[in-house]
């Protein structure tokens, strides 16, 4: 091998040292870097695990959150038909009562003046009547007494009040 120009016991040293070598990166580098990526490595994916169930997490709260907003307004639907129910009815009901109130009221007035008429038709009677009298008595110059007159009176009032329309 000296031939060849390699010397062996150079060699054999250079092998041993770099096998010690390559021992001694080993187990003073690699393992320790190895180890190192591992840990990395492990993390990492608890990182994304931890990311992962945050979204879902996040998912579940959005759908959580988008159900109770549909809730809510279709809770705020029902009070606002409700209210507009309760509204008309009560609408309803003060035009109804307004209504009764205007037909009292109206009918009050009628049977107000239908009194108020035969008052009158009564006064009016009665001066008449007294009219009546007096004008007797003036042309009979008492002739007729009292009660003949008001009994005359009386019939002459009836024919004219089942004369009138």
Request: no cysteine.
């Amino acid at each position: 091998m000296e031939s060849l120009g390699i010397n062996l016991s150079l060699l054999v040293s250079q092998l041993v040292n770099f096998t010690l070598l390559m021992i001694l990166l080993y187990t003073l580098l690699y393992k320790p870097i190895t180890r190192m990526l591992n840990e990395r490595k492990e993390r990492i994916a608890r990182s994304m695990a931890d990311v992962e169930a945050a979204r879902e997490a996040a998912a579940k709260a959005q759908q959580e959150y988008d159900r109770t907003i549909a809730e809510a307004q279709r809770k705020a639907q029902e009070i606002i038909a409700q209210a507009s129910q309760t509204g008309e009815k009560a609408g309803a009901e003060i035009k109804a009562e307004a209504q009764r109130e205007a037909e009292a009221i109206r009918q009050k007035a009628l049977e107000d003046a239908e009194q108020a008429k035969a008052r009158a038709l009564a006064d009016v009677q009665h001066e008449i009547a007294g009219l009546s009298m007096l004008a007797t008595e003036r042309v009979l110059g008492g002739a007729v007494n009292a009660e003949t007159q008001r009994k005359l009176i009386d019939e002459f009032l009836a024919e004219l009040g089942d004369a009138k329309p």
